[in-house]
Protein backbone atom coordinates (compact mmCIF):
# COMPACT_ATOMS: atom_id res chain seq x y z
CA UNK A 1 0.00 0.00 0.00
CA UNK A 2 1.52 3.76 -1.20
CA UNK A 3 1.45 5.93 2.11
CA UNK A 4 -0.43 9.23 1.50
CA UNK A 5 3.32 11.07 2.36
CA UNK A 6 5.34 8.87 -0.33
CA UNK A 7 3.20 9.58 -3.11
CA UNK A 8 2.48 12.85 -5.39
CA UNK A 9 -1.73 12.75 -5.44
CA UNK A 10 -3.45 14.74 -7.70
CA UNK A 11 -7.19 15.41 -7.31
CA UNK A 12 -9.61 15.35 -10.23
CA UNK A 13 -12.70 17.82 -10.92
CA UNK A 14 -15.91 16.24 -9.85
CA UNK A 15 -18.58 16.45 -12.51
CA UNK A 16 -22.28 16.59 -11.15
CA UNK A 17 -24.35 13.61 -9.11
CA UNK A 18 -22.73 12.45 -5.96
CA UNK A 19 -19.40 14.23 -6.97
CA UNK A 20 -21.00 17.86 -6.37
CA UNK A 21 -20.13 18.01 -2.79
CA UNK A 22 -16.79 18.94 -3.79
CA UNK A 23 -15.06 15.86 -2.79
CA UNK A 24 -12.72 13.88 -5.23
CA UNK A 25 -13.96 10.80 -6.41
CA UNK A 26 -10.55 10.38 -8.14
CA UNK A 27 -7.01 10.44 -6.69
CA UNK A 28 -4.22 9.40 -8.90
CA UNK A 29 -0.95 8.33 -7.24
CA UNK A 30 2.49 7.54 -9.69
CA UNK A 31 -0.11 7.47 -12.54
CA UNK A 32 -2.40 4.93 -10.74
CA UNK A 33 -5.97 5.70 -10.12
CA UNK A 34 -6.98 4.95 -6.60
CA UNK A 35 -9.98 4.81 -4.97
CA UNK A 36 -9.40 8.07 -1.44
CA UNK A 37 -11.56 5.86 0.77
CA UNK A 38 -8.45 3.00 0.67
CA UNK A 39 -5.74 5.48 1.76
CA UNK A 40 -4.96 5.30 5.31
CA UNK A 41 -1.84 6.17 7.50
CA UNK A 42 0.63 3.96 7.49
CA UNK A 43 1.03 2.63 11.53
CA UNK A 44 3.71 4.46 13.49
CA UNK A 45 6.04 2.62 15.04
CA UNK A 46 9.06 4.28 16.97
CA UNK A 47 12.18 2.80 18.36
CA UNK A 48 14.20 4.12 21.59
CA UNK A 49 17.82 3.22 20.55
CA UNK A 50 21.04 4.12 22.33
CA UNK A 51 24.65 3.11 21.56
CA UNK A 52 27.84 3.83 22.40
CA UNK A 53 30.64 4.66 19.65
CA UNK A 54 34.69 5.27 20.31
CA UNK A 55 36.17 7.96 17.99
CA UNK A 56 39.79 8.72 17.43
CA UNK A 57 40.66 12.34 17.18
CA UNK A 58 44.43 13.68 16.60
CA UNK A 59 44.85 17.70 16.88
CA UNK A 60 47.79 18.22 14.92
CA UNK A 61 47.61 21.82 15.53
CA UNK A 62 47.22 22.72 19.23
CA UNK A 63 46.44 26.42 18.18
CA UNK A 64 42.83 25.27 17.42
CA UNK A 65 41.97 24.44 21.13
CA UNK A 66 43.60 27.60 22.73
CA UNK A 67 41.85 30.20 19.99
CA UNK A 68 38.34 28.30 21.51
CA UNK A 69 39.42 28.67 25.01
CA UNK A 70 41.30 31.92 24.95
CA UNK A 71 38.47 33.45 22.52
CA UNK A 72 40.50 37.03 22.66
CA UNK A 73 38.23 39.09 20.32
CA UNK A 74 34.52 36.76 21.97
CA UNK A 75 33.23 36.03 18.87
CA UNK A 76 33.57 32.41 18.79
CA UNK A 77 31.73 32.21 21.94
CA UNK A 78 28.62 33.99 20.72
CA UNK A 79 28.20 30.87 18.25
CA UNK A 80 29.58 28.35 21.33
CA UNK A 81 29.30 28.18 24.76
CA UNK A 82 32.93 26.38 24.53
CA UNK A 83 35.52 27.78 27.31
CA UNK A 84 37.33 24.21 27.90
CA UNK A 85 39.48 22.10 25.88
CA UNK A 86 37.20 19.16 26.68
CA UNK A 87 34.38 21.29 25.50
CA UNK A 88 35.70 21.84 22.20
CA UNK A 89 37.00 18.34 21.50
CA UNK A 90 33.24 17.34 22.75
CA UNK A 91 31.98 19.77 20.01
CA UNK A 92 34.15 18.60 17.38
CA UNK A 93 33.66 15.06 18.03
CA UNK A 94 29.82 15.27 18.06
CA UNK A 95 29.77 16.74 14.89
CA UNK A 96 31.68 14.41 13.50
CA UNK A 97 29.07 11.84 14.91
CA UNK A 98 26.27 13.43 14.34
CA UNK A 99 26.49 15.41 11.20
CA UNK A 100 29.62 13.72 9.46
CA UNK A 101 31.72 16.75 9.87
CA UNK A 102 35.34 15.62 8.24
CA UNK A 103 36.87 18.41 8.24
CA UNK A 104 36.83 21.39 11.15
CA UNK A 105 36.77 24.09 8.88
CA UNK A 106 33.46 23.37 7.75
CA UNK A 107 31.95 24.36 10.88
CA UNK A 108 30.49 27.47 11.44
CA UNK A 109 33.22 29.97 13.10
CA UNK A 110 35.84 27.64 12.09
CA UNK A 111 36.47 28.08 8.38
CA UNK A 112 40.08 29.69 9.43
CA UNK A 113 41.31 26.25 10.39
CA UNK A 114 43.38 24.11 8.47
CA UNK A 115 41.57 21.31 7.05
CA UNK A 116 43.98 19.09 8.26
CA UNK A 117 44.63 20.82 11.87
CA UNK A 118 42.21 17.97 13.43
CA UNK A 119 41.97 14.28 11.98
CA UNK A 120 39.58 11.45 12.68
CA UNK A 121 40.65 8.12 12.87
CA UNK A 122 38.25 6.39 9.82
CA UNK A 123 37.81 3.07 12.00
CA UNK A 124 34.04 3.45 13.88
CA UNK A 125 33.12 1.51 16.19
CA UNK A 126 29.74 1.44 17.52
CA UNK A 127 28.54 -0.61 20.46
CA UNK A 128 24.05 -0.43 20.81
CA UNK A 129 23.98 -0.76 24.27
CA UNK A 130 20.24 -0.74 24.21
CA UNK A 131 17.08 -0.92 21.56
CA UNK A 132 13.54 -0.86 22.27
CA UNK A 133 10.03 -0.31 21.02
CA UNK A 134 8.48 2.53 22.54
CA UNK A 135 4.81 2.54 22.25
CA UNK A 136 3.51 5.89 20.33
Request: glycine share 6%.
Amino acid sequence: MVSKLAAVRKRSKTVGGAGATGKATKVTILGREVDPRLLRPMPKRVFEITLTTTVCLTVHDPDVLARCVEDKDGWRSTFYPLFTEQSVVEHVVFNHVMNGVEHVSSLDGWADVAKDAVTFDDKRDYDFDDFREVKS
